[in-house]
Structures are given as C-alpha cells and as structure tokens.
C-alpha cells in the first residue's frame, strides 16, 4: 500500500486500521508504583495484540523478545509516564511485560527559561 490512498476504499481501510490501534493503545496496563532502597519501580503490560504493530528494530532477534528501549522509542509505542523512566529489564517470556525504574525520589529537572517577552518586539510594523 502507498504512503498516499489512492482511493476511498484504502481510505477507509487506513481509517479502520487507526482506529483498531487506538483501541489496543487504550488496553496499556501500568502497575502501581513499588521500591526499594534506591529505585521506584513499575511494570507496564502492553496488549499482546499490540505486538505486531511494534517495529522489527526494537526486538532482539537472538532471544525473541523486545530490546531496552530508549526514552522516546517506549514512548513511540503509546507508552505514558512521567519523566526519569528507564526500561531497564526485558522478561524474554513475556514480551509484552516492560520493566522500568527510576531513581527513588525522583524530581525532573526545571523546563529551561523562557526569553523574556518584550513588548516593543511585539508591536507590529
């Protein structure tokens, strides 16, 4: 199929084919929260289902089961948390099962500062 539809029908197709995605995307199951000494911790569980849709690159093909993923390759699979997340452990058994952790007591960094607004900038010409 061509990265344009080329007819109504691959439209709708297309259309079914998101739509189905946004359903599995909305089975994702977060565990509560668990620590230790140094980590907090939490497993999510994605929809068996979902799978499929994850790309080739993110496995490992020597065991079958998903690689560590970074940051913004977890997040790509529809994946929500808050910052300071790290996929640190694959269960090869069970694939859709991630594992992550942070820092216990984890506090994000401040968002950089903003430039000053300055209102003769503003004014138009």
């Not at 007819?7 to 998101?18: C, F, P, R």
């Not at 739509?19 to 980590?39: A, C, H, P, Q, V």
């Amino acid at each position: 199929m061509s990265a344009i539809p080329e007819s109504s029908e691959e439209v709708l197709k297309l259309q079914a084919e998101q739509k189905k995605l946004e359903e599995i995307l909305e089975g994702i199951n977060y565990s509560d929260r668990y620590t230790d000494d140094t980590f907090e911790y939490r497993h999510v569980i994605l929809p068996k289902r979902l799978l499929k849709y994850i790309p080739e690159e993110f496995w490992d093909q020597s065991t079958g089961a998903m690689r560590l993923l970074a940051d913004e390759e977890w997040r790509s699979l529809g994946i929500k948390q808050s910052l300071g997340w790290e996929h640190y452990e694959v269960h090869v058994p069970e694939p859709h099962v991630l594992l992550f952790r942070r820092p216990k007591g984890y506090v994000p960094p401040p968002p950089p500062p903003q430039p000053a607004f300055r209102a003769k900038d503003a004014r138009r010409k």
